[in-house]
């Protein structure tokens, strides 16, 4: 691909807070796997050796394993990690590789856009109702909620930032834009 130098003035600027953001996301969920690993191996001793089982562990392992699965999505798109038909791209002649690049952008862009506002709606009724979980430690939703809505919400942003990064000529994934590497 050829590629253009990286975008300036205002679109730059919202190409590089998306990616910022993103990043955010990625810090995000690394904590919560790390998070998730302590409360897992804690859970493990416990149980083994007390016969003892922390009530809490179940519930917080769910709300870390969705933080890690969604928080990072939008920095794994960026760096080039999501699954995707790389071996049908590089079949293809760029410019070919290219629109085909773009419409799967556009819907993806379709339909987390949509679960990314309904997501949102469904964040608000449950501040709104003060819903908390039925686990013993009853968790107000918003909080977990919250963070899946964010998660969902920087993947879309991410995917706007590629599909802008293509229609600008750019190389949309970090690490062939560092490497000068693409899909040709």
Known sequence: MT???????????????IDGACTIGAWVAAIAAALLAIILITEVIATSFFSWSQPWAVEYAIYLQCMVLFCGAGWTLRQGGHIRVAIMLQTLPAPMARLLDMAG?????????????????????????????????????????????????????????????????????AKAALSGGGVE
């Open 3 to 17: 590629e253009t130098a990286p975008a300036r003035g205002p679109i730059g600027l919202v190409l590089r807070a």
């Open 105 to 173: 952008c556009t819907f993806a862009i379709g339909v987390l856009g949509y679960a990314c506002w309904a997501l949102w709606q469904q964040w608000v009724r449950t501040f709104d109702f003060a819903s908390t979980s039925f686990y013993p430690m009853a968790t107000p939703l918003w909080i977990p909620q919250g963070f899946l809505t964010l998660g969902i919400t920087l993947l879309v942003l991410a995917f706007v930032a590629r599909l802008a990064r293509l229609l600008l000529g750019q190389e949309p994934e």
